[in-house]
Structure formats: structure tokens, C-alpha cells
């Protein structure tokens, strides 16, 4: 039995929730494409939507939009672990430790539930914003129940009301980055799912398999690849150098994609409209030359520009510090990880793979001391 290195390939659940047509380059939610939800749609209508398979009418909305609201205080068990967070910690790191804390402390136990994923979305901007205040020496910021999820996750942030624009850019980026098809923090949370676990160790996976770069940790480092290039005659040089060396360029390429993400795409026009035109210019320089050149170098691969590179621009431009991004991408992804849970304990079966073995067999155990 050989194995499909990193799972290339290999179809591990069926789903109703989200699909990435890689050569076409779409994505859709529950049947509904990207572009329209990202255009049309709030934050919480596509939770509603990836949740319960169909758009809420207006009273779902409503109630889901008072759950949510009334749900964004932290329980005072998860609160003291906040805050005994050093400042140093990484925010994925503080985010990962205190979703767990808050499935101690409501406690969220059993079995997955929609009430569940409920509190677990309306409570991760709370931890987010609320690790940034502390690290930072200021107090946190109660939530505002007259706001809606993004707009409060920038109000705990700052302690103001943000502008529109901003509460704008940051809806839509959490409607783009709510699910994406068996990724791989979504397919974390389904396996522990499926050992019948509860949602918040599903969630709590997920956000550690989300943490790594080539996953949910790439945003930040583009942001730090293009201060590096920094003006526009260095794209060149910089992005020879990087790929002669065997460096990657963050933000490009991906497992499904064999075009560009449609949610880049949909990112770059906001990255347009919200960045200097100076910054903007410096991302679509950077853009088109390691198409270019990756093109160039690996004509097989395909390789594109993924959602990470426009991320970093559109979160930069609402205020968002840079190591925050992908904790803001956990804000996103809690949604699909949820849903994934709930769908995977309809007809659960344990996900058990196999390995091919390739160690020694028929040794000889020898006494510690006669080694
Ligand atoms: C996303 C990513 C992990 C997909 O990985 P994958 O499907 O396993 O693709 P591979 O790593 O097999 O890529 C195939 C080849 O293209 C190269 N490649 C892929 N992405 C590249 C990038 N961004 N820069 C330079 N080379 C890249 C690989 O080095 C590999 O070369 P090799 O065949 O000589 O070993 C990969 O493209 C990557 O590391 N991108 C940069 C990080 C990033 O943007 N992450 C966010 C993802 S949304």
C-alpha cells in the first residue's frame, strides 16, 4: 500500500458545506459563489448560511444576530487565563489557550451543538481583541451589542467606533475566509470530531493547525516580504534572490488552486480602493513579477496568487497590527469549522487512516544497560 504524500488528491468526506473548483478558480458556499456572498452578504448571514445550508430570513437573521450579540462577554474562568497571557505570547498562541479555556469554563461538553457554534463565534473576536488591549498595557473593552460582529471586533480593539469603510472591508474579508472546502485546520477539527470530542477541542485544533505559514500564518509574513522589497525597483532583484536561493514567496501558490483564488481577486480590488496608492502599487508590482518568474520557473505547478497576499493589504488598511492576522482569520474560520463538526456528527464515522510502514522490523529489545 503506498501513500498520497500530504494527501494530494485523496477525497476524505463528502460535504454540503463548501467546494474550491481549483482549475476554474471559484469558490462556493452552500451553492452560492464567492463573489456574490462577498458583494451581498454579511458576516452573519453566511455563518447563518454555512450553519443551516440555506440564506436566514429576515427573523433567523434576527435571532441569530441576538444570540451572537448577547454571547460576547468571556466567563470569568477564561477571562483570568486572558490576562495571565504573557505579552509576548503569540496571539494564535493566546487565542488557541483561551478558546480552550472558555470549553472549561461554560463549559461546552457533549455533543456539538448549533448553540455551541453560536457562543464559539460570538466569543473568539472577545479573545482577540481582547489579548491585543492587555499585551499593550490598556484595559479590555466590553463588547457593544449595538454593533455587529465586525464593526464590535473593532470597536474591542480600539475602544472606538470604527468607520465604515473599515467595518466594510473587515465583513467582507470574514465572509471570504469563512470556509474553504477540506482545508487543512477544517479537516483537524472533523477528525477530532469524529473520536465524538466536543466543539471546542475541535475548534481549538483548528486553530493550531491554522497557525502554521503554510496555512493561515502567511498574511503577517507577506506583510514583512514587502517591506523587505520596499520600493519598486527592488521587486526584481528581491524575488530573484528569494527563489534562487530556494526561499518560497508568501502569499503564492496553493494545493487546490490551479488558477488565482477568486478571493484574492475580490481582496485586490479592496486593497486598491483602501491602501495608499504607493503601498498598492509596491503589491501589484510584487504581484505580477512572481507570477511571472514562478511561472517561469515551475510552468507545471501553476502557481498563483492565494488569498494570503491581499489579506495582509486589507487588514493592514482597517488598523489591524500585523500579527493579529491570522487570529483575525480564526475570527473567519470558526464558522466553517463549526459547521464541518456539526455535518461530520450526522452519520459519524471515526477517521482512521492508514500508514504505509517503512521502519525496520524483527529487532531484538536489548536491556538498557547492555546497549
Ligand atoms: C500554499 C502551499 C503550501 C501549497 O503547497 P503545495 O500544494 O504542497 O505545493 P508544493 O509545495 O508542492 O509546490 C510545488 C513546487 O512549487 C514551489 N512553490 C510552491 N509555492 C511556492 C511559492 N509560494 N514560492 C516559491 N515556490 C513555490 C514549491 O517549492 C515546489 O517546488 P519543488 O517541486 O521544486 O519542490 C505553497 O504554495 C506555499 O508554501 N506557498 C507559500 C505560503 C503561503 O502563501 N501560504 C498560504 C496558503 S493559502
Redesign the pocket.
Known amino acids: 500500500m503506498s501513500s498520497a504524500k500530504?494527501l494530494?488528491g485523496v477525497v476524505v468526506s463528502a460535504t454540503n458545506i463548501s467546494h474550491v473548483f481549483g482549475e476554474e478558480g471559484r469558490l462556493v458556499y452552500r451553492g452560492y459563489e464567492i463573489n456574490q456572498l462577498a458583494a451581498k452578504a454579511t458576516f452573519e448571514e453566511v455563518c447563518f448560511l454555512l450553519w443551516n445550508g440555506h440564506l436566514p430570513k429576515r427573523d433567523e437573521l434576527d435571532t441569530l444576530n441576538a444570540a451572537l450579540r448577547s454571547r460576547r462577554t468571556l466567563p470569568p474562568a477564561a477571562e483570568l487565563a486572558l490576562r495571565a497571557m504573557p505579552k509576548e505570547a503569540d496571539p494564535m498562541d493566546a487565542l488557541r489557550t483561551v478558546a480552550s479555556a472558555v470549553g472549561a469554563a461554560l463549559p461546552i461538553s457533549g455533543k456539538p451543538s448549533y448553540d455551541q457554534a453560536i457562543t464559539l463565534a460570538a466569543i473568539f473576536p472577545t479573545i482577540v481583541a481582547g489579548f491585543n488591549r492587555l499585551r499593550s498595557g490598556r484595559d479590555l473593552v466590553a463588547p457593544d451589542a449595538s454593533l455587529g460582529h465586525a464593526a464590535n471586533y473593532l470597536y474591542m480593539l480600539t475602544g472606538e467606533k470604527p468607520p465604515e469603510n473599515h467595518v466594510k472591508s473587515l465583513d467582507t474579508y470574514l465572509v471570504l475566509l469563512a470556509d474553504h472546502g477540506m482545508n487543512a485546520s477544517t479537516f483537524t477539527a472533523r477528525v477530532i470530531a469524529s473520536t465524538e470530542s466536543d466543539l471546542a477541542s475541535c475548534v481549538v485544533g483548528g486553530i493550531g493547525a491554522l497557525k502554521g505559514?503554510?496555512?493561515?500564518?502567511?498574511?503577517a509574513?507577506?506583510m514583512d516580504m514587502l517591506d523587505q522589497i520596499g520600493t519598486a525597483d527592488n521587486i526584481k532583484p528581491w524575488i530573484d534572490q528569494?527563489?534562487n536561493s530556494?526561499?518560497?514567496?508568501?502569499?503564492?501558490?496553493?494545493?487546490?488552486y490551479r488558477t488565482t483564488?477568486p478571493r484574492a481577486e475580490i481582496l485586490r480590488d479592496m486593497a486598491r480602493q483602501a491602501s495608499t496608492p504607493e503601498f498598492f502599487a509596491l503589491a501589484r508590482g510584487t504581484e505580477e513579477y512572481?507570477i511571472e518568474e514562478?511561472n517561469k520557473?515551475?510552468p507545471e505547478?501553476r502557481?498563483y496568487t492565494?488569498?494570503?497576499?491581499y489579506s495582509a493589504s486589507v487588514l493592514n488598511s482597517v488598523g489591524l497590527p500585523r500579527d493579529l492576522f491570522p487570529s483575525t482569520f480564526a475570527v473567519s474560520r470558526v464558522a466553517g469549522w463549526t459547521a464541518h463538526v456539526l455535518e461530520q456528527m450526522v452519520g459519524n464515522r471515526l477517521i482512521r487512516p492508514q500508514s504505509e510502514y517503512t521502519g525496520p522490523q524483527g529487532l531484538t529489545f536489548v536491556p538498557v544497560d547492555q546497549r
Open positions: 500530504g494530494d505559514p503554510l496555512h493561515g500564518g502567511a498574511p509574513l507577506v528569494t527563489l530556494g526561499g518560497k514567496l508568501m502569499g503564492f501558490g496553493h494545493r487546490v483564488d512572481a514562478l520557473r515551475k505547478r502557481l492565494n488569498v494570503e497576499f
